[in-house]
Structure formats: structure tokens, C-alpha cells
């Protein structure tokens, strides 16, 4: 039988990490700012992370995400390494892991730790992959030609990146941004916008909200899930509903309070992570392809004998009476009590059980709520659920996905079914007496 929790389910958008390494081997190619005609190279991030209206221009997108983490206004920083084309040469590397970092005075721009300049030659190109991580980890990243034709033969690049074994905190952010393909200049806002809408059938309106007017398009999304558990009742008062026989008694009020809540040491914090795109063919962004479910592959620690500390632990616990209004019953680390989770299956060991103390009062509201509410109790009962499996609530998600929010919302009806009677009467047994006279 299906166990039925309400449950709400949030989403949205947000960044992802990307860190390009470059081959030992490879020389990295500056440009001389002196022989280029073109402008400085600076970045505009997509504001698919946003988390409420903006306020300010300085206050939108991968800004406002990094502050909430607690990142200082004056260390808002992601990486990016870049490639670049040119005809004589071919591939080069550019930047590798450089710093970009955001300027939150006019004129607002996210710029690299020095000045990097576009290439002159109209056939030149660059292509950029850019992310952010906020243990600072360090991927592999290989930049490498491939063959997609199946001739045995490369015949386009591919820009692919990987955390391997990397274990996930309660508080922590990955963030991977599209792959910049074949650009030779600095596109407007308005540019960016356009060039999102056609290639990902976005809402073409995420860039320039930090106040950046131009730049290389780097639209980030999550490659972490998030969870958080919330709980409330499902009423406090009813009028006529009593089980007592006392006339004045006109209603029932309940109130209730959490008391331990358990959920399961089984999800996973430790897994590889690796996305991989090729070439787009022409200027523009391509979204990385995702895996499978878009979950990560679980470390090899679960392949063995994993222990308690290979698991995330949650704390969860609330001290007050509940109310109708949903409050959450955790603090993960993440703003607005969240935790982040690597994404993966929702195993049927991942359970929450739950106990909770039911306390009745009868009369009207205003004297169970009031100074001499005590007067009005009658029973106090306590309750303890069975362990109730996360992905066998109705509508339940089978999986934490990427770039993901969820919420899971217990709702605690404080009222029993109502008591019905079903009268029978038992057949008559007969038996026969017999007097003779």
C-alpha cells in the first residue's frame, strides 16, 4: 500500500562546475595586447541561478548565489579555461583555470585576473568552459579531438569535464556552465539573450541582470541536487468534535509537537560526476549532455564495505507547536535550511520515521488557547510512524536529480476518523421445551 506524505517538489535552473585543465604537454598561447585591435576579453553570466527579484544591478544571477553562500562581495570568483583556433596553428591553449572575478562598482563587469584579448583574424576563434566549486576542488578536464563519424578518424573537439570521487557536503555548490563555442569578440546582453533562446529554447532573458552588458555568454546550472524536509497540520481547531458528553464542550483543539525524526544514513555523499560535449560548429552555447536520470555514478566505497561515515547525516528537529503554515525541520547548511545532496537514486533504505506528541483540548478556540487553557486538556497521546520510504510516498521523485530542489512536506492530521457504528443483531438460537402432563 502506498503511504501518502505531501510532498512538494521545486526546481530551477541554476550552475554547474567546470574546470579545464590543460594537457602538461601543450604550450599556452598569450596574445600581445599590443598587436590586437579588438576589446579586452570579459564574461556575462546567465542569472539561471537566481534565487528572488533582483534588487540592485549588482545583486542578480551567479552574484546573489554566491553571497547567499557566504562568499565575500570582493571574492565573487569562478574559473574558465579556453582554447583558441586559428588557421595557421590550429588549437592552442589559452586561459587554464584563470580566475574571473566580479567587479561590483560601475562599470559592472566580470574580468579575469589580467586582460586577455580576442584574436584578430576574422577566421580565429576561442572556445571557453567555465565553472565554479565551492570546496575549491579541482576536476580533470580534457580538451581532446574525437571521432563522430566512426571512421577511425577525429574529426571535431570536445571539451569534457570530471569530479571524480568527490564527496558532497551539506553545504556546497558545483556549478558548470555552458560550453562558449567559436567566438572572436565580445557579444552584447541583448546578443547573448537571443543566441540563448535559439540554441538551449530558453527564455532568452537571463543575461545582463548583474549589471554586465557584455561578454563571453557563461550560463551556469547546479550539478548538485538539494532536499529539504518541512512539516505542518492539517488543522488546529474544529468546532463540534468531541469526545466527551459535556455540552460546553463546543469544540476540539489539538496541538502538536515533534520528537525524534530519523531519516536513514543511506544516501550517498561521495560519486563521480563527468559531462562531455563536442564542437558546436558555429558561434554559440551547447548545453553539456547529462548522464543518465541525471544522477552521478556512486563512488566505489558502495561497491565494498561502506561505512556510517560514507552516508550524509541530517539533522532534523523542530521544538514549537506546529501550525498549518509548513516550517521547515532542518537546517542543512544551504540558504533556507536546505541540504545539499549528491544527486543519485532514491533507494528504498533512504526512510524518515517520525515521532509526535498530539495534545486535546476541549471547549471553544479562545479557551484552549487561552491563559487557563490547561483546564480544557484532556488527553496527551504520543505516536511513532513506521519507517516510511521516501520513494514510496504517493507522486514521490524515484531520483535526486541535478540542478534540483526538492522538498518533502510531512502534514500531520491531528484528527481521528470519526467513530461509526455498525449494530447487528445476532440470529436467535431457538430451543423447544416439551412438558408432558
Known amino acids: 500500500m502506498k503511504k501518502r506524505m505531501i510532498m512538494k517538489i521545486k526546481s530551477f535552473s541554476l550552475v554547474a562546475a567546470t574546470v579545464l585543465l590543460l594537457p602538461v604537454s601543450c604550450a599556452k598561447v598569450e596574445l ?59 588549437k592552442q591553449d589559452f586561459m587554464s583555470a584563470e580566475s574571473v572575478t566580479y567587479n561590483n562598482v560601475s ?57 571524480a570521487d568527490r564527496t558532497v557536503q551539506a553545504k556546497d555548490d558545483i556549478l558548470y556552465a555552458d560550453v562558449a563555442w567559436r567566438f572572436n569578440g565580445n557579444p552584447t546582453s541583448t546578443e547573448n539573450n537571443t543566441n540563448e533562446a535559439t ?63 530519523t531519516l536513514s544514513s543511506k544516501v550517498k555523499k561521495t560519486g563521480t560526476l563527468t559531462l562531455a560535449q563536442t564542437d558546436k560548429g558555429s ?48 537546517d542543512g547548511g544551504m540558504p533556507d535550511g536546505f541540504q545539499a545532496v549528491m544527486p543519485q537514486a532514491v533507494g528504498d533504505d533512504i526512510t524518515i520515521t517520525i515521532t509526535y506528541t498530539i495534545d486535546t483540548y476541549y471547549g471553544t478556540e479562545a479557551q484552549c488557547t487561552g491563559g487557563s487553557k490547561a483546564t480544557y486538556k484532556k488527553t496527551t497521546e504520543t505516536v511513532t510512524t513506521s519507517a516510511i520510504q521516501l520513494n514510496d510516498i504517493t507522486s514521490a521523485p524515484q531520483y535526486w536529480q541535478m540542478n ?13 476518523s470519526l467513530i461509526k457504528f455498525d449494530p447487528a443483531v445476532d440470529t436467535w438460537t431457538s430451543e423447544n421445551v416439551t412438558y408432558e402432563m
Open 107 to 163: 562599470p559592472f563587469a566580470w574580468q579575469p585576473s589580467r586582460d586577455y584579448y580576442w584574436p584578430k583574424a576574422s577566421t580565429s576563434y576561442v572556445n571557453f568552459l567555465s565553472w565554479y566549486d565551492y570546496t575549491a576542488a579541482t576536476p580533470t578536464v580534457n580538451y581532446t579531438q574525437v571521432d563522430t563519424n566512426d571512421d577511425s578518424t577525429p574529426d571535431t573537439w570536445q571539451a569534457s569535464i570530471s569530479w
Open 199 to 261: 540554441a538551449l529554447t530558453g527564455t532568452g532573458t537571463s543575461f545582463g541582470k548583474d549589471g554586465v552588458t557584455e561578454g563571453v555568454p557563461t550560463l551556469f546550472h547546479h550539478a548538485l541536487a538539494q532536499v529539504l524536509f518541512k512539516a505542518n497540520v492539517a488543522r488546529t481547531y474544529e468546532a463540534e468534535s468531541r469526545l466527551d458528553s459535556n455540552p460546553d464542550n463546543t469544540g476540539t483543539y489539538w496541538e502538536v509537537t515533534l520528537g525524534t525524526i
Open 32 to 90: 600581445d595586447p599590443a598587436a590586437q585591435t579588438g576589446s579586452p576579453i570579459h564574461y556575462t553570466v546567465g542569472a539561471y541561478v537566481q534565487t528572488k527579484n533582483y534588487e540592485t544591478p549588482s545583486e542578480g544571477g551567479l552574484v546573489e548565489e554566491l553571497k547567499a553562500m557566504g562568499v565575500a562581495a570582493n571574492a565573487l570568483t569562478f574559473k574558465t579555461s579556453a582554447w583558441l583556433h586559428t588557421a595557421t596553428e590550429g
Open 404 to 416: 534540483k530542489k526538492y522538498t518533502y512536506t510531512l502534514t500531520i492530521d491531528p484528527k481521528s
Open 283 to 330: 558561434k554559440g552555447i551547447k548545453a553539456f549532455t547529462l548522464p543518465t536520470n541525471s544522477i552521478w555514478t556512486p563512488g566505489s566505497v558502495y561497491s565494498g564495505s561502506p561505512t556510517a561515515s560514507d552516508y550524509a547525516s541530517f539533522t532534523l528537529s523542530y521544538a514549537s507547536v506546529l501550525t498549518t503554515t509548513a516550517v521547515a525541520i532542518m
